[in-house]
């Protein structure tokens, strides 16, 4: 059981929008930014935002990272099919004095 | 070109050690960095972290087994695991905290090195 909620799979056709959620607590989300990471099949996780919604040079626009209280999200607009991955967020839990991840969302492109 | 590199993975038996090695070049290991872990077909999971000024944390799962040191004049990370069982088995990944983030955040990523814990 993570730390970290997430849906475990979200969905969507091509050049749709779609919302991925992350939720947690005052002690992980409510006090510490949130990072997001991308994993692609079969290789490393790679960074897709930090501090909440900064995007790393090369990350497209199409992407975007938002929290509010204990919450966050990750939403991608004009869905490609290039987009399917598993979707992590992560934080700082301060109670735990640990790194927690959400278990993930496995994006599937219709 | 910022890269880290793991190795030291293989099949060990339960109850056996390993120590894994992350071999970076592009900056220095004396900054925050990060191991992780990802069973097969399941989640990441965050194993350890330490600081540039050598401060340590662990996952509970891994407290009193593992251990995370570097070697500064080699550039490279280690993660000494003792006392292995089955459920160590995993991808073991080493990142590094971005320069621009937060230490316990992750921009740069090894491509893994695979621990398999069986008799």
């Known amino acids: 059981q993570s730390v970290l909620t997430q849906p475990p799979s979200a969905s969507g056709t091509p050049g749709q929008r779609v919302t991925i959620s992350c939720s947690g607590s005052?002690?992980?989300?409510?006090?510490?930014?949130v990072y997001w990471y991308q994993q692609l099949p079969g290789t490393a996780p790679k960074l897709l935002f930090y501090r909440n919604n900064q995007r790393p040079s090369g990350v497209p626009d199409r992407f975007s990272g938002s929290k509010s209280g204990t919450s966050a999200s990750l939403a991608i607009s004009g869905l490609r099919s290039d987009d399917e991955a598993d979707y992590y967020c992560?934080?700082?839990?301060?109670?735990?004095?640990?790194?927690?991840f959400g278990g993930g969302t496995k994006l599937t492109v219709l | 070109e910022v890269q880290l590199v793991e190795s030291g993975g293989g099949l060990i038996q339960p109850g056996g050690s390993l120590r894994l090695s992350c071999t970076v070049s592009?900056?220095?290991?004396?900054?925050?960095m990060t191991w992780v872990r990802q069973a097969p077909g399941k989640g990441l999971e965050w194993v350890s972290l330490i600081y540039s000024d050598g401060t340590t944390y662990y996952a509970d799962s891994v407290k009193g087994r593992f251990t995370i040191s570097r070697d500064n004049s080699k550039n490279t990370l280690y993660l000494q695991i003792n006392s292995l069982r089955a459920e160590d088995t995993a991808v073991y990944y080493c990142?590094?905290?971005?320069?621009?983030?937060?230490?316990?955040?992750?921009?740069?990523w090894g491509q893994g090195t695979t621990v398999t814990v069986s008799s």
């Open positions: 990142a590094r905290a971005p320069p621009y983030g937060d230490y316990y955040g992750m921009d740069v």
């Open positions: 005052s002690s992980n989300i409510g006090s510490n930014y």
């Open positions: 592009g900056f220095t290991v004396g900054s925050h």
């Open positions: 992560a934080a700082w839990d301060d109670s735990l004095s640990a790194v927690v």
